[in-house]
């Protein structure tokens, strides 16, 4: 007999993975070319009979890895944004504390002003910078007892990126200063099937080690004393949850720049649905985080058509607004 909080997991699941295959089916078809729902029997199945060649080739080759990867990085995102939440014992955590989102950025400005290298260059500097600058506050936090070592080296971590990225900006010309600007400001658009067939296995094999760590993120809730006593080893724990969230977010950041909110946005939802336990908890917000960047990376496609948004600035418009929702329910509730 599954218990109460299985079954609404349960169906949560079920509906946002519903949700999700109608996401990704709508996203594909719709943009700046629309793709007829009468001609998707015919593209899926490989019939070229009354079917144009453009239209199978916008959806198999630039609409489908764009939003099968959008979805990696949807899930990627808030499956680490509850990991560092619940490593922190804060609902503010997400993947950028630590400096791997800074780090990134520092890596891909460097390039973009230093080089004249396209987007492998680019991406590489990203990658070893976001790797670079956690492996930095971690070495730095260890040093104290606690996470606060860790958070206050993230801090530092992040300011001093901020500045380096400064001192690259004032250097930059004008080309480079627009290509930065939109790396910083994120965007799926360099997503392509070699791209996704490379991350999504990655992804998916560090997010199931990450599912499977729950009752270790459910030990660290209740603090560091208390795990121990229920024999967890929080030292290595930790360091194995800091290696693989960087091993996750760093190639990420690398192709898609920085793209915020979802690793805060979706833990919380999720959280005041279900609870904070995490052996649900950390499926559903998978595949909401997969649902909310498939939806927020169609609508930076059709907002301004044939333009296009960057998907950092859109999430950011739909994280702000919910958190200030969030302040002001809470307070609310507290008069």
């Given at each position: 007999?599954l218990?109460?909080?299985?079954?609404?997991?349960?169906?949560v699941?079920?509906?946002?993975?519903?949700?999700?295959?109608?996401?990704l089916?709508m996203?594909?078809?719709?943009?700046?070319?629309?793709?007829p729902?009468?001609?998707?029997?015919?593209i899926?199945?490989?019939s070229?009979e009354?079917?144009?060649?453009?239209?199978?080739?916008?959806f198999l080759?630039?609409?489908?890895?764009?939003?099968?990867?959008?979805?990696?990085?949807?899930a990627?995102?808030?499956?680490?944004?509850?990991?560092?939440?619940?490593l922190?014992?804060?609902?503010?955590a997400?993947?950028?504390?630590?400096?791997i989102?800074?780090?990134g950025?520092?890596?891909?400005?460097?390039?973009?002003?230093?080089?004249?290298?396209?987007?492998?260059?680019i991406?590489?500097?990203?990658?070893?910078?976001?790797?670079?600058?956690?492996?930095?506050?971690?070495?730095?936090?260890r040093?104290?007892?606690?996470?606060?070592g860790?958070?206050?080296?993230?801090i530092?971590?992040?300011?001093?990126?901020?500045s380096?990225?400064?001192?690259?900006?004032?250097?930059?010309?004008d080309?480079?200063?627009?290509?930065?600007?939109?790396w910083?400001?994120g965007?799926?658009?360099?997503?392509?099937?070699?791209?996704?067939a490379?991350?999504?296995?990655w992804?998916?094999?560090?997010?199931?080690?990450?599912?499977?760590?729950w009752k270790?993120?459910?030990?660290?809730?209740?603090?560091?004393r208390?795990?121990?006593?229920?024999?967890?080893?929080?030292?290595?724990?930790?360091?194995?949850?800091?290696?693989?969230?960087?091993?996750?977010?760093?190639?990420?950041?690398?192709?898609?720049?920085?793209?915020?909110?979802?690793?805060?946005?979706?833990?919380?939802?999720?959280?005041?649905?279900?609870?904070?336990?995490?052996?649900?908890?950390?499926?559903?917000?998978a595949v909401g985080?997969?649902l909310?960047?498939?939806?927020?990376?169609?609508?930076?496609?059709i907002?301004?058509?044939?333009?296009e948004?960057p998907?950092?600035l859109?999430?950011?418009?739909?994280?702000g607004?919910?958190?200030?929702?969030l302040?002001?329910?809470?307070?609310?509730?507290?008069?």
């Amino acid at each position: 007999m599954l218990s109460r909080r299985t079954r609404k997991s349960l169906l949560v699941l079920v509906g946002l993975s519903a949700a999700l295959v109608a996401a990704l089916l709508m996203a594909a078809m719709s943009g700046a070319v629309e793709i007829p729902w009468r001609l998707l029997p015919a593209i899926l199945s490989g019939s070229t009979e009354d079917t144009p060649q453009i239209l199978r080739q916008v959806f198999l080759e630039i609409r489908l890895p764009r939003v099968l990867f959008s979805a990696v990085v949807g899930a990627s995102l808030a499956v680490t944004g509850v990991a560092m939440q619940a490593l922190f014992r804060n609902p503010l955590a997400e993947p950028g504390l630590v400096g791997i989102s800074s780090g990134g950025a520092l890596g891909a400005v460097s390039a973009i002003v230093l080089t004249t290298g396209g987007f492998l260059v680019i991406a590489g500097a990203a990658f070893v910078g976001s790797l670079l600058a956690t492996l930095l506050a971690y070495l730095l936090g260890r040093r104290y007892p606690g996470m606060a070592g860790l958070l206050l080296a993230g801090i530092a971590v992040n300011a001093i990126a901020g500045s380096a990225i400064g001192l690259f900006t004032y250097a930059a010309d004008d080309r480079q200063l627009r290509d930065l600007t939109f790396w910083s400001m994120g965007s799926l658009a360099g997503a392509t099937w070699q791209i996704t067939a490379w991350l999504a296995p990655w992804s998916v094999f560090w997010l199931a080690w990450l599912c499977m760590q729950w009752k270790g993120l459910n030990a660290l809730l209740l603090g560091e004393r208390e795990a121990a006593h229920l024999g967890y080893a929080i030292k290595p724990l930790r360091r194995k949850l800091m290696i693989v969230i960087a091993l996750v977010i760093g190639p990420l950041v690398a192709v898609t720049g920085g793209i915020g909110f979802v690793g805060l946005v979706v833990p919380h939802l999720v959280r005041m649905v279900l609870g904070a336990h995490h052996r649900y908890m950390l499926l559903v917000s998978a595949v909401g985080g997969a649902l909310l960047l498939v939806l927020a990376d169609w609508l930076a496609r059709i907002a301004v058509i044939p333009a296009e948004l960057p998907i950092g600035l859109v999430t950011s418009l739909i994280g702000g607004p919910f958190f200030l929702w969030l302040l002001l329910t809470a307070r609310r509730s507290r008069v």
